[in-house]
């Protein structure tokens, strides 16, 4: 009987023995790791000591702000886009002589259309007694009424200018 309780506490004392060294060896390593993977993962979330459904509920915070301030910047942006079409990017200036009596180019034409070739072309014709202007609307770089060919040079030097 005594060699039988020698030999159960033997046993004991080996899966004892066993039982630490797999501890120290394996597990103990093991859950060190599983420790600070942990611990980076509750730092990214949560930076530090916040807990990470907090981390999440602020990230979806922020979320919703950015686009809403997104949608802001979308109705600004429409906005000057709108303006931007409105702009006179194209000019044409043509200079000329109207009159044969008269010394140099002294009368001109001015073309100011946006990109889509819509706006006005402005005449002045210089002659000794008087100076007279006049003005045309533009739609799709063609004048309302019948252009001269310094109002048509002018709408075409407008039309190959660079936007």
Known sequence: MQYLITTVLAGVA?????TGLYHLLVAAP????LKAI?????ELLGGGSARATD????LERDAAASAAAREVELHRIDALETVARSEVPRVGFVRYNAFSDVGSDLSYALALL????????????????????????????KPAQD?????????????????
Request: zero cysteines; glycine letters at 4%.
């Open 114 to 141: 946006n990109r889509d070739g819509d706006g006005v072309v402005l005449s002045s014709i210089y002659s000794r007694e008087d100076t007279r202007t006049y003005g045309k609307a533009v739609a799709a770089f």
């Open 38 to 42: 942990l611990a980076t993962h509750d």
């Open 55 to 58: 981390r999440l509920a602020s």
């Open 147 to 163: 252009p001269s060919e310094e109002e048509l040079a002018a709408i075409a030097k407008a039309r190959a200018a660079a936007t």
């Open 30 to 33: 093991r859950a060190r790791k």
């Open 14 to 18: 080996s899966a004892l023995v066993v």
